[in-house]
């Protein structure tokens, strides 16, 4: 089903913008958000020509063919890491919601189906004088894309070439954002960190950031991921850090 204003107003109850098309999501709901958005208000598209994902890559969104949101949160300063963990616990179960069996998180917030990427998440937060006034979770989620033939298609997939049935986006958008609410609600407690953690794919594999070359051994309650290279020093990786799993795994 297309996503459409009087669809959504139907099913969510919280406020919200949509927009056919729009260049970025995260841009959006900044604007809406200097502009006194409430907490959990969220910008939806049906269209996205100039999404962000990380380290500056581009999301595209084809017009009725993925997820495009954007949250508006005001969480407290400490839990700003954690944002990762709620926006990555939810597109996991909403990717087990649809059918699909081999779903796992590659840190810190990369959806991956079948071995791969189904979903991104970028998140971003407002600072004003050195106080954060408020944090953006951008979430893309490939609901129908079609990858076949081009180079994303070795590391991409979509949802509806897992399950193999169509998907109704409008429902779709309506779970992703519940489950959000629910793990959101809990993001101060050690569940969010510990189920975020046993869904981890990038543990004890060997793994490349940079440099650095080891094993991925653990993650601290912020988030940041652990390495022991092969001289045994530790190093640590923040979320803005690009992580590449080689095919060696600890066993």
Known sequence: MTISQTLLER???????YLDQVNSTNDTAKAWLAAGAPEGAVVIAGAQTRGRGRHGRS??????AALALSLILKPPEAFLPRLNMVAALSVYDLARKCGCKNVAIKWPNDILVDGKKASGVLTETVWEGGDSVGAIVGIGVNVRI???GSALSVTAISLEDVVERRLDR???TEFLL???DYWYRRIATPTVFREWRARLVTLNQTIAIDEVKGVAFDVTAEGALLIRDANGRVHQAQAGDPVVMTEERVR
Do not use: G
């Not at 099913?11 to 913008?17: A, C, G, H, I, T």
């Not at 999301?59 to 009725?64: E, G, L, M, V």
């Open 11 to 17: 099913v969510l109850s919280r406020p919200f913008k």
């Open 59 to 64: 999301w595209h969104t084809p017009p009725d």
């Open 146 to 148: 079609d990858f076949e």
């Open 170 to 172: 409008v429902q779709l």
């Open 178 to 180: 519940s489950r959000f």
